[in-house]
T-cell receptor, first 115, second 114 residues
Framework: GDSVTQMEGPVTLSEEAFLTINCTYT??????LFWYVQYPGEGLQLLLK?????DKGSNKGFEATYRKETTSFHLEKGSVQVSDSAVYFC??????????????FGSGTQLTVLP | DADVTQTPRNRITKTGKRIMLECSQT?????MYWYRQDPGLGLRLIYY???????NKGEISDGYSVSRQAQAKFSLSLESAIPNQTALYFC?????????????FGPGTRLTVL
């Protein structure tokens, strides 16, 4: 079945450091890919998405490129801030006909940014 | 006001008790979902509903039931709670007319079963 693998956390960085959170997936067909962020005490929020190969999703300084050849969707940010401290989830969804178009989530990566 | 609300936000109960978690949305979306989040496991889908008359089991539906009382309301019940149902529960919604079907999440309910 479909699956998403994220780099294990927690990740601790200093403010203004470069961030990469790795995400790889296993799926048949051509899934849509997502990054969700969960701030402390809150629900998940969509951070960015990409629906086809070579698409780049971006938001709030974060970027991720849909790489079909490596089945990856790594999250990057050039300069993190303390306010970026959160849990980040990679997810995929297949547009199967007649199905739920369910999201399959990775296990999440806790990011802590120190001032 | 939040578009997706969940009540209660926190609940502690005992083994064997019946518990209901409620979700309401003001986004006008047709689709609603219930997930549970466990440390190190991400989110797993319990049940989902495409409209009031359409309820479907997700990945981990055993021990749970749901009710879609209206387009805006979707409740999750634990008929006889057990300790391994201790988790963070999230409701989500999505719009069938959206090409990417983005899901919008509520703030979560933290349930502890003693």
């Amino acid at each position: 079945g479909d699956s998403v693998t994220q780099m294990e956390g927690p990740v601790t960085l200093s403010e203004e450091a470069f961030l990469t959170i790795n995400c790889t997936y296993t799926a048949t067909g051509y899934p849509s890919l997502f990054w969700y962020v969960q701030y402390p005490g809150e629900g998940l929020q969509l951070l960015l998405k990409a629906t086809k190969a070579d698409d780049k999703g971006s938001n709030k300084g974060f970027e991720a490129t849909y790489r079909k050849e490596t089945t990856s969707f790594h999250l990057e940010k050039g300069s993190v801030q303390v306010s970026d401290s959160a849990v980040y989830f990679c997810a995929l969804r297949k547009l199967s006909s007649g199905s739920a178009r369910q999201l399959t989530f990775g296990s999440g990566t806790q990011l802590t940014v120190l001032p | 006001d939040a578009d997706v609300t969940q009540t209660p936000r926190n609940r502690i109960t005992k083994t064997g008790k019946r518990i209901m978690l409620e979700c309401s949305q003001t986004k006008g979306h047709d689709r609603m979902y219930w997930y549970r989040q466990d440390p190190g496991l991400g989110l797993r889908l319990i049940y989902y509903s495409f409209d009031v008359k359409d309820i479907n089991k997700g990945e981990i539906s055993d021990g749970y039931s749901v009710s879609r009382q209206a387009q805006a309301k979707f409740s999750l019940s634990l008929e006889s709670a057990i300790p391994n149902q201790t988790a963070l529960y999230f409701c989500a919604t999505s719009d069938v007319s959206s090409s990417t079907d983005t899901q919008y999440f509520g703030p979560g309910t933290r349930l502890t079963v003693l």
